[in-house]
């Protein structure tokens, strides 16, 4: 696969990364066996997080045998202090089987609380920095959904690559934060490149993408097919076409409605509802296990059932997302998706 350079990293990475949300489901010697076929096929950029359970670990199988030198790693730690990102960082080192990792993320720097946490004094930042020096890491990294807070990081001259999410639904990006990672030479990473599962036509997805020299988008593999068929489209270099434009129009109206960006305005709501976390169960089902789902989004969907209507949230969202609706079809959703699976 063709390789571009990951900004000032001056990393040449695969045109596409591997993300490892959906090999959690995979079981072991599978999700080892796609690692290594995914690598085998030319792509050397894989992206993981120390909170995606088992995702690591499995990696770390797969590109045995590898060169080291030729592969890009990169992972993420949520840690708000020093001592926890330690932890992580070690436990991933260990768990990839690598004595460093090419990019490490602060994960989802996403709400002026965790932004102050992660660069206070004995914060996650000085974990990282220290690492750095210490050879543990290459280059220091965060991911954000918050885009005001994650133009903040970028500007701060702190970071050498930056994940958000962008495709064709989820494309706040493309006015401010895509052109200034060109203009710092940051690498940007597209996180969610086709709607965390949400945008099932891939040729389309990645047209679109792929129209940004300077990003490298991110999907989560869950078998060689989807590797497959986004390795024939990358190949292809394709173009975006006029009827190509059409449908995202459409489909942007289609889906504004209903698509939270998990931007985190609405917040905070009095009756502590996660909200974003609650609006993600389709996805949630989608992508992960299903005991991970109910780890992560199931205390939200039974939150989401004490909302009273206040629409406090609905004046916040820049969207206008009629939020009390989709909580109530999200719940739907859910427990047809937990009755079922
Ligand atoms: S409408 Fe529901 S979700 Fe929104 S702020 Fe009120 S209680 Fe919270
Ligand atoms: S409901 Fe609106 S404000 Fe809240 S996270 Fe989603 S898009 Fe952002």
């Not at 990169?74 to 004595?99: I, Q, Y």
């Not at 709607?195 to 991110?218: K, T, W």
């Not at 986004?230 to 449908?247: A, H, M, Q, S, Y």
């Not at 109910?294 to 939200?300: D, E, L, P």
């Amino acid at each position: 696969m063709e390789k571009v350079r990951l900004g000032r990293t001056g990393l040449m990475v695969s045109r596409v990364a591997f993300g490892g949300i959906p090999i959690m489901r995979v079981p072991v010697g599978d999700a080892v066996r796609l690692v290594r076929e995914t690598v085998t096929l030319g792509v050397n950029f894989i992206d993981t997080a120390h909170v995606y359970a088992d995702s690591e670990e499995k990696i770390g199988g797969g590109i045995k045998g590898f060169q080291r030198e030729e592969l890009v790693l990169a992972s993420k730690s949520p840690a708000n202090d020093r001592k926890t990102f330690d932890e992580h960082l070690n436990l991933s080192l260990k768990r990839l089987g690598v004595d460093y990792i090419d990019i490490y993320q602060l994960h989802n720097v996403a709400s002026p609380e965790r932004r102050d946490a992660v660069f206070a004094p004995g914060g996650a930042f000085e974990g990282l920095r220290e690492a750095v020096k210490a050879g543990k890491v290459r280059f220091p990294a965060f991911s954000s959904h918050h885009l005001p807070i994650a133009l903040g990081l970028m500007k701060s001259g702190k970071f050498d690559v930056a994940q958000l999410p962008f495709n064709y639904i989820d494309h706040d990006a493309e006015k401010e934060a895509i052109p200034l990672a060109k203009e710092l030479d940051m690498g940007f990473i597209a996180m969610k490149p086709m709607g965390g599962g949400l945008l099932d036509d891939a040729g389309l997805s990645f047209r679109y993408l792929l129209q940004y020299e300077n990003i490298v988008p991110d999907p989560g593999i869950e078998n060689i097919k989807e590797i497959r068929e986004i390795f024939g489209i990358v190949e292809k270099r394709p173009c975006l076409t006029t009827d190509d434009r059409e449908k995202i129009q459409k489909l942007r109206v289609e889906f504004g409605p209903s698509w939270c960006h998990r931007c985190d305005y609405c917040q905070p709501c009095p009756q502590g509802i996660p909200i974003s976390m609650a609006l993600g169960a389709r996805s949630g089902l989608k992508r992960f296990t299903l005991e991970r789902a109910r780890s992560m989004v199931g205390s939200a969907i039974e939150k989401a059932k004490s909302c009273v209507e206040c629409r406090v949230c609905v004046s916040r969202c820049p969207y206008h997302l009629e939020i009390p609706k989709l909580l109530k079809e999200n719940i739907t959703y859910w427990q047809q998706g937990v009755s079922s699976g």
